[in-house]
């Protein structure tokens, strides 16, 4: 798939973004220097197989950022004391957020997962779409039947 002008121009300025989100404290703490290269970005995504038990989720970490590819919705999720800043690259997807989570339950330590989200907000996403939830936003991914969303995601201390 071809990466739109709006996708070329997000990784122009995302660096700028990142940095404008990050604070001091975030950046030093990183152990070490990881790069992903545009053409490494734009084709791992494609290649991830989902993971046994992912529920149609696969991806991969570099400390707090990660790529992912989702095949099937998510389940409904809560950090309670981190930022998510979402690029989306490939697919789409519609996005719910706010409102409340059905069936909260704690996953891990600040993290909080449920069935569904009641009285959110809700909208597509497309390639080239920046997204920032403010830690303890419920938000949850929803996916048709075939349809598959590829997305860029730095997870940000509060």
Known sequence: MTRT??????WSVLPALIVSFCS???LAGATGVEIWSGAERK??????APEPGAKGMSGKTLGGASL???????????????TDLLVIEQGSATLVFGGTVV???????????????HNGETRKLSPGDIIR??????HQFLLEPGQEIS????????
């Open 133 to 138: 939830i403010p830690a303890g936003t419920p």
């Open 68 to 82: 992912w590819r989702r095949t099937q919705s998510g389940e409904a999720e809560l950090h309670k004391t981190k």
């Open 24 to 26: 001091p404290v975030w």
């Open 43 to 48: 084709s791992a995504a494609a290649k991830f």
């Open 5 to 10: 002008r709006a996708g070329q121009a997000i």
């Open 103 to 117: 069936g909260p339950r704690t996953s891990a330590p600040n993290e909080v997962r449920g069935k569904a989200i």
């Open 151 to 158: 997305y860029f995601a730095l997870k940000l201390l509060r």
